[in-house]
């Protein structure tokens, strides 16, 4: 059983900047494949991003390549996602989850993919 929790949405204008954290507990982190999801309002989940066990694969949307960046912190059991130069269309409630069977190498980018998921957090641009 792997629990997570996101911290760091809120409120910002647009080409402002946002950090969202994931911190997880229970389970063994470095086994896990992780990555970031987003649903806006009258849209389904999407995949923002998502990074392999090691950190060294990783995973953008096409709408948010060069923007932002995932990393994680095997030993702190955190994922990250740092947002920059963020838009309107970013607006969004941001979602954490963990694939507890992925292989070393492997990036998942389906919500299928992914066993567990924290409870979001939102994030608003105003433009």
């Known amino acids: 059983q792997v629990q997570l929790r996101e911290s760091g949405g809120g409120l910002v204008q647009a080409g402002a900047s946002l950090r969202l954290s994931c911190a997880a507990s229970g389970g063994t982190f470095n086994r896990c494949a992780m990555g970031w999801f987003r649903q806006a309002p009258g849209k389904e989940r999407e995949i923002v991003a998502a990074?392999?066990?090691?950190?060294?694969?990783?995973y953008y949307a096409d709408s948010v390549k060069g923007r932002f960046t995932i990393s994680r912190d095997n030993d702190k059991k955190s994922v990250y996602l740092q947002m920059n130069n963020l838009e309107s269309e970013d607006t969004a409630v941001y979602y954490c989850a963990a694939d507890v069977n992925a292989i070393l190498l492997t990036v998942p980018a389906t919500a299928n993919d992914y066993d567990y998921w924290g409870q979001g957090t939102q994030v608003t641009v105003s433009s």
């Open positions: 990074i392999n066990r090691n950190g060294r694969n990783t």
